[in-house]
């Protein structure tokens, strides 16, 4: 591949990766099934090969950006990006908002037309009840004024800028069980579960890529209203392993229940894991 993107392969619609770890490579292998050229980005040169080996072209960028080779990287050159790097705020980083503006002033001064950022529910911070995307939050924890930051650099960027908060990430090689190998004492046991199946995040996102009209923030979840108690017991013994121990002190705290009504009513796309409880028994380890 040369330095560019040749004018063969800018004649699709092309799709920079921003983080091609585990919900990134599977929406890189969705899209190429899809037939768009897509960028993936890796910070381990030795992590290349393998997504050169998926189809797309592999390209090495770490954080903050050399904004002054900018022009060289064909990430910049997709029509669009989406980014799927964690915050790392529980490692002590404070600079996610920071890379988010790199992000975007890289953006605009190649030939993206569109961002979208893949956030998180956690910005709901502590808050109690149903939440949605019209909630106030609680920007006086450090952690959601940062998230909110984040959001609003991707915000900023001067063409289609699309924010999906998803809520905690399930699928393969991921399943809900497994938090509970190392067994601890799990809090507020009556409280709602707020998860999303990483092919239905896939999903919306590909949906987003093809719409030249959305934007805004959106929230991903499930729809099914069941306890954490009643989720993981069902999880762990999908996994054949103990179930949780739960404080029972905090049997009343009943957290937030995250809504996700506005991306199901702009969107097409069907949710194909709103039951949750049911794929954690049928992807059960025998």
């Not at 929406?27 to 960028?39: C, H, P, S």
């Not at 890796?42 to 080779?69: C, F, R, W, Y």
């Not at 002033?105 to 993206?112: F, H, N, R, T, Y």
């Amino acid at each position: 591949m040369s330095a560019s993107i040749s004018d063969e392969v800018a004649t699709k619609e092309s799709v920079g990766i921003i983080g091609c770890g585990w919900l990134g490579t599977a929406l890189a292998k969705t899209l190429l099934l899809q037939k768009y050229f897509v960028v993936g980005t890796t910070q381990h040169s030795k992590k290349l090969a393998s997504l050169e080996k998926l189809g797309m072209h592999a390209e090495l960028l770490s954080l903050p950006i050399d904004m002054n080779v900018v022009k060289d990287n064909n990430l910049f050159q997709c029509d669009s990006l989406v980014i799927c790097i964690p915050p790392q705020i529980r490692h002590g980083k404070g600079d996610y908002a920071n890379k988010m503006a790199q992000i975007v002033s890289a953006a605009e001064q190649g030939k993206v037309k569109k961002i979208v950022l893949i956030s998180t529910t956690a910005i709901y911070g502590d808050l109690i009840g149903d939440v949605d995307e019209s909630t106030s939050l609680d920007i006086r924890t450090d952690k959601v004024a940062l998230l909110f930051a984040a959001e609003q650099k991707i915000r900023s960027f001067n063409k289609q800028s699309i924010i999906l908060r998803a809520a905690g990430l399930v699928g393969e090689n991921r399943h809900p069980g497994a938090f509970l190998r190392h067994k601890r004492l799990m809090s507020a046991p009556n409280a709602y579960v707020n998860l999303v199946h990483q092919q239905d995040v896939v999903g919306v996102i590909v949906e987003i890529l093809s719409s030249k009209h959305i934007s805004g923030v959106f929230n991903l979840v499930s729809q099914m209203q069941v306890s954490k108690k009643h989720f993981y017991s069902i999880a762990a013994d999908a996994l054949h392993i103990e179930a949780p121990e739960f404080d029972n002190h905090s049997a009343v705290e009943l957290g937030k229940q995250v809504m996700s009504d506005k991306v199901r009513n702009r969107l097409h796309y069907k949710f194909k894991y709103d039951d949750l409880v049911s794929w954690a028994i049928k992807s059960q380890v025998h």
